[in-house]
């Protein structure tokens, strides 16, 4: 995390940091350029984090890699076809412990803004196109991989 100071600009910053001001956006969404505010804490992709999500819409499948090493593969719910989940690679920005109801004992939240990948309380969606677009798992499974992947964690989503 970075906290925003006098002056300060997402250009300054990323110049500073040796990154691009995309790569601060992508991690800060809702993230206001021209309207940052002393003591702001905004959070910095310093450098790309060994893990990686793939998401595979037709198979309904999530994988889970660590440093480019395949480690495990988990059965998901993906969005209706009335409210698809969203492809393309994102990120993941927040991670929530028992946000409870229907998103289970986890949440991660995803730079694809209202989107994340969750636990659930309805099981027996797992493997089905059930959910308003997130990507549903068993708690067990979201659990496990909570517990690994950490915000900034890169998120490609395919069909």
Not at 36 to 51: A, E, K, N, V
Not at 78 to 85: A, F, H, R, V, Y
Not at 116 to 139: E, F, K, L, Q, V
Request: glycine share 10%.
């Amino acid at each position: 995390f970075y906290v925003i100071q006098n002056q300060d600009t997402l250009s300054a910053i990323a110049k500073a940091f040796q990154i691009s001001i995309k790569s601060i956006v992508d991690v800060n969404p809702g993230i206001v350029p021209e309207s940052l505010r002393i003591g702001q804490m905004i959070c910095l992709p310093l450098s790309p984090l060994p893990y990686l999500l793939t998401i595979s819409l037709n198979a309904k499948t999530l994988s889970f890699y660590r440093q480019g090493i395949f480690v495990k593969t988990y059965p998901v719910a993906i969005g209706k076809p009335s409210t698809p989940s969203p492809q393309g690679t994102f990120t993941i920005v927040n991670k929530v412990f028992n946000p409870g109801g229907p998103y289970g004992t986890r949440w991660m939240g995803l730079s694809a803004r209202g989107y994340g990948i969750h636990g659930t309380n309805n099981p027996i969606s797992i493997g089905t196109r059930a959910s308003n677009g997130c990507i549903r798992m068993y708690n067990q499974d979201v659990n496990e991989l909570y517990s690994q992947v950490l915000v900034g964690t890169t998120v490609k989503i395919y069909k």
